[in-house]
């Protein structure tokens, strides 16, 4: 079970739990131009991936063997990072587990530093969540993913689940397929009859229970973002 740390060219985390995901990481993968901000914190990336236009060559050069250049100008760096940790660390592709070489294993991929400063990558990143539980079923290979920042958690489902979350926890839904229904067990306001044709339909609700349980009347992308 190994844990992954990816860490984009967000804002950087000031509390001690995104801090300690990294510290605790096996594997540290910097995308792109978040390596001047790991060498200001003595820290030593194995990989530094990306199309690599946010790094100067010298900087580069004090990582023999570990930059992994991506020119595809198609995806962002978060999402090329996150290629690389699926074959790379897991042994899997995407189209739901497809091998790439290697025995999988299950673990954990946290993103770190992915959000503040622009709120159009911080919404994109967002979003990726749940392209990438949806191309790689990550919850069928027993991987965890989430995106964690100094104020939240986020994570993505692709069908019902149970979340162990902690009463009185903040929790907001969101999900691109407005024909989804979402029955709900352990929320304050329950979403039975919420209909998903705008972002904020499901926000700003709270957990009453330890635990809460989101039964989906379809299998369909969900954003959760625990507070």
Same mark, same amino acid.
């Given at each position: 079970?190994?844990?992954?740390? &990816?860490?984009?060219?967000?804002?950087?985390?000031?509390? #001690?739990?995104?801090?300690?995901?990294?510290?605790?990481?096996?594997?540290?993968?910097?995308?792109?131009?978040?390596l001047q901000t790991l060498e200001k914190r003595g820290i030593v990336p194995d990989v530094v991936i990306g199309d690599l236009d946010s790094v100067?060559?010298?900087?580069?050069? *004090?990582?023999?063997?570990?930059? @992994?250049?991506? $020119?595809? +100008? #198609?995806?962002? $760096?978060?999402?090329?990072?996150?290629?690389?940790?699926?074959? +790379? @660390?897991?042994?899997?592709?995407?189209?739901?587990?497809?091998?790439?070489?290697?025995?999988? #294993?299950?673990?954990?991929?946290?993103?770190?530093?992915?959000?503040?400063?622009?709120?159009?990558?911080?919404?994109? !990143?967002?979003?990726?969540?749940?392209?990438?539980? *949806?191309?790689?079923?990550?919850?069928?290979?027993?991987?965890?993913? $989430?995106?964690?920042?100094?104020?939240?958690?986020?994570?993505?489902?692709?069908?019902?689940?149970?979340?162990?979350?902690?009463?009185?926890?903040?929790?907001?839904?969101?999900?691109?397929?407005?024909?989804?229904? &979402?029955?709900? #067990?352990?929320? +304050?306001?329950?979403?039975?009859? @919420?209909?998903?044709? !705008?972002?904020?339909?499901?926000?700003? !609700?709270?957990?009453?229970? $330890? *635990? &809460?349980?989101?039964?989906?009347?379809?299998?369909?992308? @969900?954003?959760?973002?625990?507070?």
């Open positions: 079970m190994k844990s992954v740390a &990816i860490v984009c060219n967000g804002q950087f985390p000031r509390t #001690e739990y995104p801090r300690y995901l990294l510290r605790s990481a096996d594997v540290v993968v910097c995308c792109d131009g978040a100067c060559g010298r900087a580069l050069k *004090r990582f023999p063997g570990r930059v @992994v250049r991506v $020119d595809d +100008q #198609e995806t962002n $760096d978060l999402t090329k990072a996150f290629r690389w940790v699926m074959g +790379q @660390v897991f042994g899997t592709g995407p189209t739901a587990g497809e091998p790439a070489g290697l025995p999988a #294993e299950g673990g954990s991929i946290h993103i770190l530093a992915a959000t503040g400063y622009r709120e159009d990558h911080t919404l994109g !990143n967002l979003a990726l969540l749940m392209e990438f539980e *949806r191309q790689y079923d990550l919850s069928g290979q027993g991987i965890s993913l $989430d995106l964690v920042s100094d104020y939240t958690t986020a994570l993505a489902l692709s069908d019902s689940a149970t979340l162990d979350v902690g009463e009185g926890r903040p929790v907001s839904l969101f999900t691109p397929d407005p024909s989804l229904q &979402i029955r709900s #067990e352990g929320l +304050q306001w329950p979403t039975d009859g @919420v209909r998903f044709d !705008n972002w904020w339909k499901a926000t700003l !609700n709270r957990a009453s229970a $330890d *635990r &809460i349980t989101l039964a989906l009347s379809h299998p369909a992308p @969900v954003l959760v973002i625990l507070g």
